[in-house]
């Protein structure tokens, strides 16, 4: 009876979260399978015919699609090593320092924060022929780069960019592992009198070998995935030179609206991402003078933020006057007129009303989320019911699903439901997030149970147990999920560019790129906007720096 009790009360909070699942994941990623070997047309859903195999044909003959991939794999082959290689070599050097440790993690973290909408349109202004960027070659007799412009450079430079933006992500995981191997290990390796080198190569790198599989696969995948960036600074040229599998998905479902033949570029992408994370995982003393040289390189790595912020605050004619100077990166003196960008975007915008609108539809998300995914997490840690461990599995395994291969079923079930244009349509397929259970589960997992039993004895439910107990237990990791919640709604650019038309409903990163594609938008009031989005989430990390990191290591820190 007590058996049979617990495998309801396990079903009852797993349950919410295998309903969306079901409706948003397991659904999706069905009719994905099925309409690939359709002709479905979302136009016309009435013609649909079966055609077999004839979409995977067609897609390995179109010499767009083979373009398509041969960029993305081209680009996750710059920016794996280049952006791997730079995490861990930062991290290494900030765990070197005592002085500013603190602010070097949050100096390389910020771009991290910044959505990929926010750095493209920044980098643009930097890419661009008379921008900071050529400014700087100038200044060392380095002819101006086309960059962007340019279709044997575009995708490296966008791959630089990248690099930038993701690169404090790793190095956050990297020196988590670090700091976690046991110092004795070093010090025995000091009294064999064991070089830097030595020390690193047997030490550090076979110690950090999980960690360097789950960076690698991470940056791979994030790479695999790359489309917001071609789509807001390239349209994915020049000759199609950053058009990515994954814009040619986004392209032939939602602009054509051929669904078949999206769902079977869906299925080729997913598998091949699949197979290669597979093989990847079987494959694969502090002084001032460094502190100086990290406070040197930090500044270099904020570069493009200094250069926005002290932009943000100047007319147009004084970014231009001032690009071949190191006044680029100094505002103006204050004046009457130092907030003039500013307030033109308040007041002529309507982007106070889109600020609002994410940070409602971030309440919403991290109340819902909590309660979803945190029972769900809860059931997978302490709850013993049926096939426990099968489903902790398949949480493991979409959590490395491109959820862009399944956005056009996501649009179609919203469609359906009647929910376009609706914060209802917006929220549903977002509550639910497998990394969010994942991470849950892992902090549940080290609940002492004799504090639930003590709980049964005062008769106090599971449920009550949960909200009254449970949660004011794990405050670390709901603070985690309600930043990375609040990350992902404030960065989020596909999926409400897709569900929302209506003016009235837009989020900070869709009004962003209303704002900055208007021609009579200046330069000034495109850097003011693009501050002002970036600075909310600067400041949520700066104020939960701790559990994001904690946040990010837990999830590889507990077995069982």
């Not at 570029?265 to 699949?274: D, R, S």
Request: with cysteine; charged share 10%; net charge neutral.
């Amino acid at each position: 009876m007590k058996k049979r009790t617990e495998s309801i009360m396990g079903m009852a909070f797993f349950g919410p979260a295998l309903v969306l699942l079901t409706i948003f994941l397991f659904l999706p990623m069905i009719l994905t399978l099925i309409f690939s070997f359709t002709d479905f047309f979302a136009l016309n859903p009435g013609l649909t015919h079966f055609v077999g195999l004839d979409n995977y044909i067609q897609i390995f003959k179109d010499d767009v699609f083979s373009q398509a991939f041969f960029n993305t794999v081209k680009f996750v082959i710059i920016i794996v090593p280049l952006q791997g290689i730079g995490a861990l070599v930062l991290a290494l050097l900030i765990n070197k320092v005592t002085h500013c440790k603190k602010y070097f993690k949050v100096a390389f973290f910020v771009p991290v924060v910044m959505s990929l909408a926010v750095v493209s349109t920044l980098w643009i202004q930097i890419y661009s022929p008379e921008g900071i960027m050529n400014a700087i070659l100038s200044f060392f007799g380095i002819d101006a780069q086309p960059f962007i412009n340019s279709a044997s450079q575009a995708l490296p430079s966008i791959a630089i960019m990248s690099a930038w933006q993701g690169m404090g992500y790793q190095m956050i995981i990297f020196l988590g592992g670090i700091q976690a191997i046991n110092p004795a290990l070093y010090e025995a390796a000091e009294m064999d009198h064991a070089t830097p080198w030595q020390k690193f190569k047997d030490i550090t790198l076979p110690e950090l070998k999980p960690l360097c599989v789950f960076v690698l696969i991470t940056i791979t995948i994030g790479a695999f995935r790359m489309l917001v960036q071609p789509m807001v600074m390239t349209g994915g040229g020049p000759s199609n030179s950053t058009y990515t599998v994954v814009y040619d998905i986004y392209e032939t479902g939602t602009v054509n609206w051929e669904i078949g033949l999206a769902s079977t570029m869906a299925i080729v992408f997913a598998f091949f991402v699949m197979i290669l994370t597979v093989i990847q995982t079987i494959a694969t003393r502090d002084n001032w003078i460094l502190t100086v040289v990290l406070l040197i390189v930090s500044l270099l790595f904020l570069f493009p933020v200094i250069w926005m912020l002290a932009n943000s605050f100047k007319p147009d004619a004084a970014i231009t006057a001032d690009m071949n100077s190191m006044a680029a990166f100094i505002p103006p003196a204050l004046n009457g007129n130092f907030f003039e960008n500013y307030v033109s975007v308040l007041t002529n915008t309507g982007f106070v009303r889109y600020m609002c609108n994410t940070l409602f539809y971030a309440a919403i998300l991290i109340v819902l989320g909590v309660i979803v995914n945190g029972l769900a997490g809860y059931a997978l840690a302490k709850i013993n019911f049926p096939f426990r461990e099968r489903w902790l599995l398949i949480i493991m395994l979409l959590m490395i699903v491109p959820m862009e291969t399944i956005i056009t079923i996501h649009f179609l079930i919203i469609a359906k439901l009647g929910l376009l244009n609706t914060v209802l349509g917006y929220v549903l397929p977002m509550i639910v997030n497998p990394f969010n259970i994942f991470l849950f589960r892992q902090v549940f997992l080290g609940l002492p149970d004799d504090v639930y039993e003590a709980a049964q004895l005062d008769h106090c439910g599971p449920v009550k147990y949960f909200f009254t107990m449970v949660l004011p237990m794990s405050k670390s990791v709901v603070a985690t999920v309600s930043v990375f919640t609040f990350l992902n709604v404030w960065n989020d650019y596909l999926w409400p560019s897709l569900v929302f038309t209506s003016s009235d409903l837009l989020t900070a990163q869709i009004g962003l790129n209303a704002i900055t594609s208007n021609d009579n938008t200046t330069t000034g009031q495109t850097l003011a906007v693009i501050t002002m989005v970036t600075i909310p989430v600067i400041i949520i990390y700066s104020l939960f720096s701790k559990q994001i990191v904690e946040g990010v290591i837990s999830t590889g820190s507990k077995e069982g």
